[in-house]
């Protein structure tokens, strides 16, 4: 397998973590892999990590937009903060 220069790169500096599963996710992540969703465990288990961030990053956001205290003109609310 051909490692782009940015997944080089990017797991450069990675930790090692070792984290009990039961054997059920782990069947789980070896149909994935069977199912051509990923290479391997280790690539999986980052990518759901990497989206569960992404995804509680777009909730923080989808959150704040919803606050009516955050609304309006940005002149207005810095003077709130004042």
Not at 3 to 14: E, T, V
Not at 54 to 71: C, F, K, S
């Amino acid at each position: 397998m051909i490692l782009s220069y940015y997944y080089i790169i990017q797991f450069k500096f990675m930790t090692t973590i070792s984290v009990p599963i039961p054997a059920n996710l782990e069947e789980g992540l070896n149909n994935l892999i069977l199912n051509g969703k990923g290479s391997n465990k280790a690539e999986l288990v980052r990518r759901a990590i990497s989206k569960m961030i992404e995804d509680e990053a777009v909730q923080t956001v989808l959150r704040a937009m919803e606050e009516p205290t955050l609304r309006g003109d940005l002149r207005e609310l810095a003077k709130k903060f004042k």
